[in-house]
């Protein structure tokens, strides 16, 4: 075995040549577990919302609807007028879940007001046995 320490003349050479193929394999391998290792940042959840009509059907005259509010504030109001507070909207759903036959509740929450409030008032509706709630005003979100 042999070693080359340089040239025979006494001159200083400066082997500057490094093998960067190890390094190249290294970076390559990295980039791909990185790559594979990233979370999926699709978490929107994807609601098919029906598109306003141009012509509503005329509503029925003998059918009863109940206008119900929620504002950006988290104020709570029933055909125009500001509920006090969660018991009294309980005893509304359970004076409307209780006629025959159930007026339809049209829920029409401010885009600002929170989820928290609306879910509230959905899960309280169900929970007292009124059936029938429709999202009135989704015109709002469509921009």
Not at 78 to 88: E, H, I, K, S
Not at 96 to 114: D, S, T
């Amino acid at each position: 075995m042999s070693m080359s320490v340089g040239s025979a003349e006494g001159e200083d050479e400066v082997l500057l040549d490094m093998n960067t193929t190890p390094l190249i394999d290294v970076m390559l391998v990295l980039l791909i577990l990185l790559i594979v290792t990233i979370p999926v940042q699709t978490h929107a959840v994807k609601l098919d919302m029906p598109l306003p009509q141009l012509n509503p059907p005329p509503p029925d005259p003998n059918l009863e609807t109940v206008d119900l509010e929620i504002d950006f504030d988290g104020t709570v109001i029933w055909n125009g007028t500001p509920v006090a507070n969660r018991a009294t909207l309980q005893r509304y759903f359970q004076v409307v879940a209780g006629q025959i036959p159930q007026p339809e509740i049209h829920l029409r929450p401010n885009r600002l007001a929170k989820y928290e409030t609306v879910a509230t008032a959905l899960a309280d509706a169900q929970r007292l046995g009124v059936t029938k709630i429709g999202f009135v005003g989704t015109d709002q979100y469509m921009e």
